[in-house]
């Protein structure tokens, strides 16, 4: 079955870049889409269509993609960012929805 | 404003089956894609079923057989019918809801609810 990779975590200071990534086979012909998931609550979109942020997630997150790469990138982390992340996409048919094993983001 | 209130989780015996809704506001069940996700205790997120607009559905090979999605546009609820549970089948499930013209981006997540399947 498909599957997206994704390191396990990724530390950070106050005020630095974090990026994680994604990789997939698929991901050269399939959008990426970035979930944020804290702690006893639901995921929220962050990035859709690789790129895309929706209407109230803050200009520090930002997403991109090379082949079968993918990348969200967290400009300017702040301690609130410290959350799962989990990506997002679909098999080569289009059809089966695959999530990534999730990030753990930590903010030193 | 979009609300997705899931329901009918609990604890269950091996074998035994549970009926989850998610009752939907602020839009259309119909007109949108809607999706279950579950996250095993301490685990990543897993997608486990779609039923499309068009009414067509789709079940990760994990539940295939024995898991049905489906809808009632009268009370605007998605339903999940989860017969034959194994212990593994233990998470907190979540619908989630994509509008028609993002078909993939699940902007909308229900607070999820607990399944238990154990002796």
């Known amino acids: 079955s498909y599957e997206l990779t994704q390191p396990p975590s990724v530390s950070v200071s106050p005020g630095q870049t974090a990026r994680i990534t994604c990789s997939g086979d698929?991901?050269?012909?399939?959008?990426a889409y970035w979930y944020q998931q804290k702690p006893g609550q639901a995921p929220v979109l962050v990035i859709y269509?690789?790129?895309e942020r929706p209407s109230g997630i803050p200009e520090r997150f930002s997403g991109s993609s090379s082949g079968t790469t993918v990348t969200l990138t967290i400009s300017g982390v702040q301690a609130e960012d410290e959350a799962d992340y989990y990506c997002q996409s679909a098999d080569s048919s289009g059809l089966y929805i695959v999530f990534g094993g999730g990030t753990k983001v930590t903010v030193l | 404003e979009v609300q997705l209130v899931e329901s009918g989780g609990g604890l269950i015996q091996p074998g035994g089956s549970l009926r989850l809704a998610c009752a939907g506001s602020g839009f259309n069940v119909t007109s949108s894609y809607m999706s279950w996700v579950r996250q095993a205790p301490g685990k990543g997120l897993e997608w486990v079923s779609i039923?499309?607009?068009?009414?067509?559905?789709l079940y990760a090979d994990s539940v295939k057989g024995r898991f049905t999605i489906s809808r009632d546009k009268s009370t605007n609820t998605v339903f999940l019918q989860m017969n034959n549970l194994r212990a593994e089948d233990t998470a907190v499930y979540y619908c989630?809801?994509?509008?028609?013209?993002?078909?993939?981006?699940?902007?909308?997540w229900g607070q999820g609810t607990l399944v238990t399947v154990s002796s």
């Open positions: 698929a991901l050269s012909k399939q959008y």
């Open positions: 039923i499309y607009s068009g009414g067509s559905t």
């Open positions: 269509k690789d790129s």
């Open positions: 989630a809801r994509a509008p028609y013209y993002e078909s993939s981006a699940y902007y909308h």
